[in-house]
């Protein structure tokens, strides 16, 4: 019998549809049409063998999740399984009667993501006119509905000056939670790097911001800080270690150990129209790769942040040393982390280029 723990959370990619085409996406470069998404009974299906999984926590993201009219029906079977639901939206596709609906078929949680508190600089990043305003509003109805709420906003070199009105918005929309993130450099991000990597010193006062601010705020807002990897000494445990807390399930039932999984050549993937989640959990190849430290190579193998980091990231360090396999290049340890500096630096100060904004067909 398998010792194999269960996954903490699911991550159900719903859609790639989305109002907005933000620069830095998660989605992979090649989004889904909505006529390959999976149907409604399907997802069902899905949800009731995560609960018998183990799973706890069901992310139901996209894309934005509320382009699919069944939202509503999803989360109350999801609720109905046992799972604690957390809705991540861009907020653009729920109005107030929507809301109060998710909130009566058992929905738990909010995270709503701003592109900037700017209102011009939310038009740029997110390719759609008056998405800020719409977005306030929004959170307005959530907390009318008694949801919590987490705010969620992504920073790069051309927003990271405004952490401080970041923070102030947070407070003003009596948000529980505050989760400011600096761009991750894979798919659509790593299209964008040279629009998006902020400066080392601009990172640093950024940082030097949120401490001060958690301090001041304890008791009143938590603030959770993902720091940019390009510029740290150390890897961090992507998702939690491959194959280790998370399953993301794409639109098209695919499923993955990380959002960016797909990019990794000779994977192979199942799909939930063929198996339960339980085997592909346990048995898929794309799981058993890269779990635990067997498959990594030096200085992973034998250093003692190996059951820490996991290595680090494998879709980077595919991106940035052409081996899926090699140590994340963000290690001071990795052959390949001068280079990475050398790279950080070059991006940070050309002057930024034009988005290539995610879009549906390229
Ligand atoms: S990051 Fe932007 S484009 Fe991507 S799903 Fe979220 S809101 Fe849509
Ligand atoms: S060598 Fe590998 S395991 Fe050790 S700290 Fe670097 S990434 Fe982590």
């Not at 063998?49 to 109350?76: F, K, M, N, W, Y």
């Not at 861009?90 to 609906?101: K, N, T």
Request: aromatic share 6%.
């Amino acid at each position: 019998m398998s010792t194999l723990p269960p996954p903490m959370g699911l991550l159900a990619e719903l859609t790639h549809r989305c109002p907005l085409q933000c620069p830095y996406c998660s989605n992979p470069l090649e989004l889904k049409r909505a006529s390959e998404e999976l149907d409604t009974a399907s997802w069902q299906r899905v949800f009731g063998e995560a609960a018998r999984l183990g799973i706890l926590q069901l992310h139901l993201s996209g894309g934005e999740p509320a382009a699919r009219a069944d939202l509503e029906t999803l989360v109350a079977s999801a609720s109905a399984a046992g799972l604690y639901t957390n809705l991540i939206t861009s907020g653009l596709m729920l109005d107030e009667s929507r809301i109060r609906a998710l909130a009566a078929a058992g929905l738990d949680h909010v995270q709503l993501s701003f592109q900037d508190v700017d209102a011009t600089g939310a038009d740029h990043v997110s390719g759609l006119k008056g998405s800020l305003a719409r977005k306030l509003a929004f959170a307005g109805h959530v907390r009318d509905a008694g949801l919590a709420l987490t705010v969620n906003a992504v920073v790069h070199r051309q927003n990271i000056a405004r952490v401080p009105q970041i923070i102030a918005l947070a407070l003003a929309l009596e948000a529980g939670r505050l989760e400011i993130a600096h761009v991750q450099y894979y798919g659509w991000a790593f299209a964008n790097r040279d629009a998006l990597l902020p400066a080392r010193a601009e990172v640093d006062e950024a940082t030097a911001i949120v401490t001060a601010a958690r301090e001041q705020l304890k008791g009143r807002l938590v603030i959770d800080y993902v720091t940019p990897d390009w510029y740290g000494a150390r890897p961090k445990p992507c998702m939690g270690g491959w194959g280790r807390q998370v399953m993301v399930v794409t639109p098209n039932g695919e499923v993955w150990p990380c959002h960016a999984a797909s990019t990794i050549p000779g994977l192979i993937f199942d799909n939930v129209r063929a198996k339960p989640l339980a085997e592909i959990w346990q048995h898929n190849h794309a799981f058993n790769a890269f779990r635990g430290t067997q498959w990594m190579t030096e200085p992973c193998q034998g250093c003692e942040h190996a059951e820490r980091d996991w290595g680090g990231c494998r879709c980077q360090a595919l991106a940035l040393t052409g081996n899926a396999a090699a140590t994340d290049p963000v290690c001071e340890l990795s052959p390949a982390h001068g280079a990475l500096a050398e790279m950080a630096r070059d991006a940070a100060t050309a002057s930024p280029p034009p988005f290539r904004y995610r879009r549906i067909g390229g």
